[in-house]
């Protein structure tokens, strides 16, 4: 028999099944939808295909060389000869000067994936640049010009072996030596008087672009100590129309009528002396010059403004010029290897022009050169000679001008005190 119990759970169950089966009907529509609404259906995932992702151009440089232009540095790069001469026609529309491309310059060559020209940058110097790309047809060049950014800072060391040495040992590159020494030529010769323990200390203009360095502008102030000696060349620009000179401290000019020696760096062999053992006419024979060791091919240089008196083959002397000067000075420039173009007897020349080359013509052992000065007549010794001097500053700015260097030779000598 079945009992009230047994009879209570048949009665039950399927009440509670039924309501159970509900319930989850409900929740799943409500989750789908709600409201009986018809169950939603979740799309599968796609998981699309990794492609790899398209070729990027490349750059590469493009080296001028020796005999190259640049048409044909390009087309060594695979660009067609016809395309780099439109790229080369861009540029000088774009105001670049492609004479001025020599061997070493750089340029960037943009190529596509299949090795087609996108576009070429080219940078002549450090305050202008080029970018070359398409444009229709054609090509295009944009110039960019980039502002210096200029810093007065102080340089000075000391001389152990030579100058070039010294100005290195401070961090400084060889132009700010020519640079020092052009200030001082007229009055020191670099060539022969330069001593271990001479001292110099300037103030120069740095040129940057950004904030890399690029080159050197002006220097404002310099002095030279040799000995007992200092020497000290101030800046000065009078006027708009006149030119940037170097002064002393007194406000006399620095340039002298004459150079102290006509090449830019050496050394002496033979000083001036009226008794010399010569070396290949034999006896003691007078030497009144300066000889010049330098190796075949220096340039010479006028040491002040004159007319050609004689130029060519002079016996002994070999190859040789002969300058007449103001004040009755003359010059010659013995055993060169030949002469610059355009000297000849009745030629203008200007101090610091080149006239000819060391060489060893005529009576001479080895390359050298010969140099002599003569006054009325007479030969003189050229490194005791006291030359005819430069013009002052205007007594008009004579007071401005010591305010000047007054200034600026302090400040030398906070910011770069001698060792």
């Known amino acids: 028999m079945m009992t009230l119990m047994s009879v209570r759970y048949l009665l039950v169950a399927p009440l509670a099944a039924s309501f159970l089966v509900g319930a989850l009907f409900v929740r799943s529509a409500w989750w789908l939808g709600g409201d009986g609404a018809q169950p939603v259906a979740i799309p599968t995932p796609v998981v699309a295909s990794a492609l790899p992702p398209p070729p990027a151009p490349r750059t590469e440089p493009v080296t001028i060389r020796r005999g190259d232009n640049l048409v044909s540095a390009l087309a060594r790069h695979g660009v067609a000869r016809e395309t780099a001469a439109e790229i080369a026609a861009a540029l000088v529309a774009g105001r670049a000067d492609l004479r001025r491309v020599k061997p070493g310059h750089a340029l960037s060559l943009t190529l596509d994936p299949a090795g087609r020209p996108l576009g070429v940058a080219y940078a002549p110097g450090p305050w202008v640049s080029f970018h070359v790309e398409p444009e229709g047809t054609g090509w295009r060049a944009t110039r960019s010009e980039i502002t210096p950014l200029i810093r007065?800072?102080?340089?000075?060391?000391?001389?152990?072996?030579?100058?070039?040495?010294?100005?290195?040992?401070?961090?400084?590159?060889?132009?700010?030596?020519?640079?020092?020494?052009?200030?001082?030529?007229?009055?020191?010769?670099?060539?022969?008087?330069?001593?271990?323990?001479?001292?110099?200390?300037?103030?120069?203009?740095?040129?940057?672009?950004?904030?890399?360095?690029?080159?050197?502008?002006?220097?404002?102030?310099?002095?030279?100590?040799?000995?007992?000696?200092?020497?000290?060349?101030?800046?000065?620009?009078?006027?708009?129309?006149?030119?940037?000179?170097?002064?002393?401290?007194?406000?006399?000019?620095?340039?002298?009528?004459?150079?102290?020696?006509?090449?830019?760096?050496?050394?002496?062999?033979?000083?001036?002396?009226?008794?010399?053992?010569?070396?290949?006419?034999?006896?003691?024979?007078?030497?009144?010059?300066?000889?010049?060791?330098?190796?075949?091919?220096?340039?010479?240089?006028?040491?002040?403004?004159?007319?050609?008196?004689?130029?060519?083959?002079?016996?002994?002397?070999?190859?040789?010029?002969?300058?007449?000067h103001r004040a009755g000075y003359e010059t010659m420039y013995n055993h060169l290897a030949r002469l610059s173009a355009g000297v000849r007897p009745g030629a203008r020349v200007s101090q610091r022009q080149v006239i000819g080359y060391v060489g060893a013509t005529g009576l001479a052992t080895g390359p050298h050169l010969d140099y002599r000065v003569a006054r009325h007549g007479r030969f003189v010794n050229p490194l005791s000679e006291k030359f005819i001097p430069g013009e002052p500053i205007a007594p008009r700015q004579r007071a401005e001008y010591l305010r000047h260097a007054e200034e600026f030779v302090a400040r030398l000598t906070r910011d770069a005190p001698f060792e």
Not at 208 to 227: C, K, N, T, W
């Open 152 to 324: 007065i800072m102080p340089v000075r060391g000391t001389v152990r072996r030579s100058l070039f040495d010294a100005v290195e040992d401070a961090g400084e590159s060889a132009s700010l030596v020519l640079q020092l020494v052009e200030i001082f030529s007229s009055d020191f010769d670099f060539t022969a008087d330069t001593r271990t323990g001479d001292r110099f200390r300037l103030l120069v203009e740095k040129r940057f672009a950004g904030e890399r360095f690029a080159d050197y502008g002006r220097i404002l102030v310099a002095q030279y100590a040799s000995g007992d000696t200092v020497l000290t060349g101030v800046g000065w620009k009078a006027g708009r129309e006149s030119a940037h000179g170097y002064y002393d401290l007194a406000g006399r000019s620095l340039k002298k009528s004459f150079l102290k020696s006509p090449l830019e760096f050496t050394r002496i062999t033979s000083g001036f002396t009226y008794a010399r053992p010569h070396p290949i006419l034999g006896g003691v024979r007078p030497h009144l010059a300066i000889d010049y060791a330098a190796p075949t091919g220096t340039p010479v240089r006028a040491v002040a403004h004159g007319v050609v008196a004689q130029a060519g083959w002079n016996g002994g002397n070999g190859i040789s010029v002969r300058l007449r």
